[in-house]
């Protein structure tokens, strides 16, 4: 009976310990992040200018990404854009790259889609997000639909599956947000 009031301020204290730890974490991450992103974008030319200060680094990449997203929205920036991305595609090994990850982030709706659908597939007694990325005809000569199941936190792994359409139920939802849910890992919500 005399050892529980010793054990309750260790358990206060262990408490808030984990509480403490567990609330700096994102934000330490975050201003890590940020003073490495800072320094891996002004590492080359810092020391060649007098003027820089702590933050200038992003501040350049916001302002390039601004630009290219002000100039991408005239008309001749669209179709400058346009010219580019076609020169990008016809590069040898980089345009497979390229034509790639459009397709995987939904930015090349003019061609087949490079997910067809987001669905759910049953596993170990709950589900599991996937992608219909085609169909073939089974060993049994029934079609089967291809399902790429990526991983969370990280999509581009994962694997993939061959399963009756009766296996899986469709999502009314946008390839880009279920990334970003699987991304998320859940904290960002599927939305139609």
Not at 158 to 176: I, Q
Request: proline share 7%.
């Amino acid at each position: 009976m005399l050892a529980a009031p010793m054990n309750a301020p260790l358990h206060h204290v262990g408490r808030c310990l984990v509480a403490g730890l567990v609330a700096l974490l994102p934000i330490v991450g975050a201003v890590l992040g940020i003073v490495w992103l800072e320094g891996a974008l002004s590492a080359s030319w810092r020391a060649q200018v007098d003027w820089y200060f702590p933050g200038l680094g992003m501040l350049l990449a916001a302002a390039a990404i601004y630009a290219v997203g002000l100039a991408v929205t005239t008309f001749v920036g669209r179709w400058l854009w346009r010219v580019a991305d076609l020169g990008l595609e016809r590069l040898p090994l980089v345009g497979s790259l390229y034509q790639s990850l459009k397709e995987v982030l939904g930015y090349d709706s003019g061609r087949e889609r490079f997910f067809h659908s987001v669905v759910t597939v049953a596993c170990d007694g709950g589900e599991q997000i996937g992608f219909v990325t085609g169909e073939v005809d089974g060993a049994d000569g029934g079609r089967r639909l291809t399902v790429f199941v990526p991983g969370s936190p990280n999509p581009t792994s994962g694997r993939l599956l061959l399963v009756p359409p009766t296996a899986v139920r469709r999502l009314d939802v946008r390839p880009a947000d279920a990334l970003r849910t699987l991304v998320a890992m859940g904290k960002s919500p599927l939305r139609p």
